[in-house]
């Protein structure tokens, strides 16, 4: 990952954008998924870019053994 002034964005091991700059705060990958801030929300996209679970979230963690813990204000 690499940060384009106020964005992210992930590259493979040959230099090339595979996920271009588009995200406030990430993370790293843990069990195919990465956890992606968009608008002071929390959500989760997959290797190629695609939001899988939506930025909804006030707090977010990495999955493990297939669960994650969220927070919500409701």
Same mark, same amino acid.
């Given at each position: 990952?690499?940060?384009?002034?106020? !964005?992210?964005?992930?590259?493979? !091991?040959?230099?090339?954008? $595979?996920?271009? =700059?588009?995200? *406030?705060?990430?993370?790293?990958?843990?069990?195919? #998924?990465?956890?992606? *801030? $968009?608008?002071? !929300?929390?959500?989760y996209?997959?290797?190629?870019?695609?939001?899988?679970?939506? =930025?909804?979230?006030?707090?977010?963690?990495?999955?493990?053994?297939? #669960?994650?813990?969220?927070?919500?204000?409701?």
């Amino acid at each position: 990952m690499v940060n384009f002034g106020s !964005k992210y964005a992930f590259f493979n !091991k040959n230099g090339t954008i $595979i996920i271009s =700059p588009k995200f *406030e705060t990430v993370s790293s990958f843990s069990e195919r #998924l990465t956890l992606v *801030e $968009i608008d002071d !929300k929390w959500g989760y996209i997959d290797k190629s870019g695609e939001v899988v679970i939506a =930025p909804q979230f006030d707090d977010a963690y990495y999955f493990t053994n297939g #669960l994650t813990r969220v927070k919500t204000s409701s």
